[in-house]
């Protein structure tokens, strides 16, 4: 690698070291240094990952939140394809490590990856956490189902029992908030 490409990824790690809360602005600014630097993809697909891998619990949602932001506003370029490799195993990473009110906006997020990524890899998550969390709710297709997507009443209700779940161990306005949401989406779909 180039030292001018060497010392970008030095300068990405750095400023991603940073993200220590959901910073919009922050996520912002790495998003839009993943962009410029797109023929770096693998290099920063690996900073960020390594960051989920490393960060204290409370600072793993932000990182999380930087690979969405980076693969729904860059997606002419490699990032998604890279960052769909290791997903299932980089959302156990944090999974495992958060509460339940990291959980509930974690399942949020997942819900919003249905046409991004491929159905065996939101398939392969959703059996993972449900072997940790037996109320995560498998919204992924079962191989052999011709339905494209569970009924939504069927997810309104298991997602219903999830955020219940959520709810009850950390009673947060956070959780109502996304019970609140979540369950309008699916009454308005």
Not at 4 to 26: A, Q, V
Not at 63 to 79: F, H, R, T, V
Request: aromatic share 10%; with cysteine.
């Amino acid at each position: 690698m180039a030292d001018e490409e060497e010392s970008c990824i030095m300068e990405y790690r750095y400023t991603l070291e940073d993200l220590t809360f959901n910073s919009k602005p922050h996520i912002n600014a790495l998003t839009m240094l993943a962009e410029e630097n797109k023929h770096l993809a693998a290099n920063i697909v690996k900073a960020v990952e390594n960051r989920i891998k490393t960060a204290i619990p409370t600072q793993k949602l932000p990182a999380i939140y930087l690979m969405d932001s980076i693969i729904k506003n860059i997606p002419d370029s490699d990032y998604l394809k890279l960052f769909k490799k290791n997903l299932p195993l980089t959302f156990v990473m944090i999974f495992e490590k958060v509460d339940e009110k990291t959980r509930a906006a974690l399942y949020k997020l997942r819900l919003t990856w249905v046409n991004l990524f491929p159905n065996e890899t939101l398939l392969s998550l959703d059996i993972a956490i449900k072997s940790i969390d037996p109320a995560w709710p498998i919204t992924a297709r079962q191989p052999g189902d011709p339905a494209p997507q569970p009924k939504p009443s069927a997810i309104k209700q298991q997602t219903s029992a999830f955020l219940t779940r959520a709810k009850v161990n950390n009673g947060s306005e956070a959780s109502d908030f996304i019970e609140q949401w979540l369950l309008s989406w699916f009454y308005f779909s």
